[in-house]
Each structure stands twice: as C-alpha cells, then as structure tokens.
C-alpha cells in the first residue's frame, strides 16, 4: 500500500509557539512510519516557513530553526488543487516539489488556530486536520463564541466586554463596568489568545487595573468574567457530522487558577479521568460538549472546558479547536482513558481530515 504523505506544521506566529513544539513531537513519535510519509514543516516565530530534515530533539529544545544545514525556505501554492509543498533548492529560483495528502496543523494561539491558516488551507484545497475557516475564528474569539453560545442557552459566567483603546484612555470607566460583572474576584482574559496566557484573577481594583492592561497588551478585546467555583472539567469531542464525545476529565491546578505556568511549567496540577461528578453530570458534559460543538460547526477535533459547580450546574469555559497533544494534554488522556491511543486517534483525525469536504 501506498504511503499517505502527512505534512505536520509546527511554531508559527504566536504566544503559544512553544506548546507547539511539544505538541509536534508527540506527534511525530507517534504517527506510523510504515503507514505514513512523514514532511515537517516549522514556522518560525516571525513567520517563515521551513522544511526541516533535522532531529525532533531539535525541535524540542526550539533550536531547529538554527540547524541550517537542515533547513529549506517552504511554501505551499494558494492555488487550489495544486496540493504540492514547493522546497527551495541550492540552484536560485528553483524548487522541488513534495505532493501532500493531508496537513496535520499542530499549531496553536494567532495566526494558527484562528481561522488565519485554516483560510490558506483551505486555498490549497489539501484536506486538513481540525475545524475550518469559520468555525476556528469564531472559537478562538472567546467574546463571539459567547454571544453566539447565548442564543442557544448554553449557560456561561457573566461578563463584560471591553477594548484596548478604551482602557488605555479611559481605566477607571473601564474598572468601573468590570466591576458591574460581580464581586471579586473577577477574572480577565484576551479575547483571543489559549494557553491561559495574559489571563489574570483580580481580587481588588488594584489587580483588576492592572490585569486590564496585561490582557489589553495580548489582545485588542478584553473579557472580564465573574469568578465560577467549581471544579475544572474537559471533554474531547472527535468526528465531523457525527461527533462523539470522551469520559470528560477534571484538572486540579493546584494554583490560584490553571494558567500557563500550571499547565506546562511547575507540576502542582494533577488530573482525574473520569472528572470527580456524578455520572448523571458526566454524560451532561458530554452531551453539552456535542451540542456546542455542533453550534459552532467543528470538524476533526476539539476540547471543550467548563465549570461544575458544588450542586453540579455546569457552565461552558471555552472551546480550543486545536488543542494540546503534549505529554500533559488532556486532550490525548482522555481518549487514551477510552482505549483510544495516540497513534489510533491520529489514524482516526487524518481520516476524518480526508472526508470533511472543506
């Protein structure tokens, strides 16, 4: 049998640049060899592709993009059907070329999940893993995932909506309807942005003014929400007309709040799978999860988080469309807790990639 050719983009433009690189090794050690021809192509921080014939250790420790004897400028045709990985050669003006099947996009964060190369995917014509154009924008936008959430009575947090030029020029209205949310603490995110970077928990207008700034810095929107407590709770969904949903799993941050550092840095969280609810509240998750999903028109993959709370409501978090697949991510565990392995899912994700029509 022939050899799909797989295309697995990494890096790119963006603050969760280095999750990427963890994600794509994990990737990469996982995808079958003997099924799979295997291209690697990394974006640099500023934003230039490259072929990269070097080591995943290389990517791991973020030096591939200085190994140059290992490097080709990279790009791919914006005419559709013209499916070819075009490869910078030593003679000037002339390229090789590599015939892709399939895109493995594991990038996360701007220019990567937010609809911003699902539209040049899409000009290729190449199949690709994940949601598309549409659905990708409107679920990294935490603001116009919310507003379309709420037409559907899907509960959330109450919030407020705010933008960079008005806290710049005018902080105290600003604080002011922030504080209108609830009491604190409040929490205030960048629209758009994952990883939990520039989100912040303020328990005083002091932390609030500042926590405004620090998202306004990642971000032109800025969402203040009020405080939910309860407990932390994933569910991976996969599949394209007929999405199915995982056992959701639960995340003990062990911190203040499951940020950056919680997530990938210190090793105060720990995890439980199946969360630590009911069942009746498991299989609401999960049929939420679907249900939000759907809403939105995912395909492929995403993780869908929310909040139980003591008397189990369940309040929708956020939606990440490309989520993480390092060795700590959700996303992969909770699969893995249904007999679903990496190398599985990712047979699964290029399959569904291929029948998704975008």
Not at 38 to 58: A, F, L, P, Q
Request: proline share 4%; charged share 20%.
């Amino acid at each position: 049998m022939m050899k799909k050719t797989v295309l697995c983009l990494f890096g790119g433009k963006s603050t969760e640049y280095k999750v990427s690189l963890r994600s794509v090794c994990t990737v990469l050690d996982a995808l079958n060899e003997e099924t799979y021809r295997i291209i690697r192509v990394g974006m640099t921080i500023d934003g230039r592709w490259y072929h990269y014939t070097g080591t995943n250790e290389k990517i791991l420790d973020d030096t591939w993009h200085t190994d140059t004897a290992n490097l080709r400028r990279a790009m791919l045709s914006s005419s559709y059907g013209d499916h070819n990985l075009y490869v910078e050669t030593d003679i000037a003006n002339t390229f090789d070329t590599i015939a892709i099947d399939v895109v493995i996009p594991m990038v996360h964060g701007a220019y990567c999940e937010d609809g911003t190369l699902q539209g040049l995917l899409s000009m290729t014509g190449i199949p690709y893993v994940g949601p598309h154009t549409a659905a990708s924008a409107v679920a990294m936008d935490k603001v116009f995932t919310k507003l379309i959430l709420n037409n559907f009575g899907i509960p959330q947090a109450k919030c407020a909506v705010l933008t960079k030029s008005r806290i710049d020029s005018e902080p105290d209205v600003c604080c002011n309807e922030a504080e209108a949310v609830s009491a604190y603490p409040l929490f205030v995110k960048p629209a758009n942005a994952g990883s939990s970077i520039g989100v912040s928990k303020a328990d005083n207008r002091t932390e609030l003014c500042s926590a405004l700034q620090l998202a306004a810095s990642y971000d032109d929107k800025v969402l203040v929400e009020e405080c939910i407590i309860g407990r932390e709770v994933e569910c991976a969904v996969l599949g394209n007309e007929h999405p199915m949903a995982s056992i959701p799993g639960e995340i003990n941050s062990g911190a203040d709040f499951y940020d950056y550092d919680a997530k990938y840095i210190t090793d105060t969280s720990s995890d439980y799978i199946p969360a630590r609810i009911s069942e009746e509240a498991l299989e609401a998750v999960r049929g939420y999860a679907v249900k939000i999903y759907e809403i939105l028109g995912c395909k492929g993959l995403s993780r869908v988080d929310f909040f139980v709370t003591a008397d189990e409501s369940i309040i929708f978090n956020e939606i990440n469309t490309l989520p993480g697949f390092t060795s700590i991510s959700m996303y992969p565990k909770m699969w893995n807790h249904m007999g679903k392995s990496i190398p599985a899912l990712l047979d699964d994700l290029i399959a569904l990639a291929e029948t998704a029509g975008k």
